[in-house]
């Protein structure tokens, strides 16, 4: 065969490898943490001072993690594209 025809399929092939790999990974089933237990329960100022003080340590703490946080909610400020919780 003609190097030519051998790299199209080759590079179709790939190119077909990677749509399929795109539709299967856009249309994955996404975790939901509704259905979880929650694996500790925490104050939400303990959490905000956590955060404040160390976030490298808070983050191995609890990302990753379905936590319950406690606390009431005062404010929602709008701020462009996200929503900022104080």
């Known amino acids: 065969m003609n190097k030519k025809i051998i790299f199209v399929i080759v590079a179709?092939?790939?190119?077909?490898?990677?749509?399929?790999l795109g539709c299967y990974l856009y249309n994955k089933p996404h975790g939901s943490a509704a259905s979880e237990t929650a694996s500790s329960s925490i104050a939400?100022?303990?959490?905000?001072?956590?955060?404040?003080?160390?976030?490298?340590?808070a983050d191995s703490i609890y990302l990753g993690k379905?936590?319950?946080v406690k606390g009431v909610l005062t404010e929602i400020d709008h701020n462009g594209e996200t929503d900022i919780l104080e």
């Open 44 to 57: 939400a100022d303990v959490l905000y001072q956590q955060y404040a003080k160390n976030e490298q340590a």
């Open 66 to 68: 379905v936590i319950e």
């Open 12 to 20: 179709l092939f790939f190119v077909g490898a990677c749509i399929w």
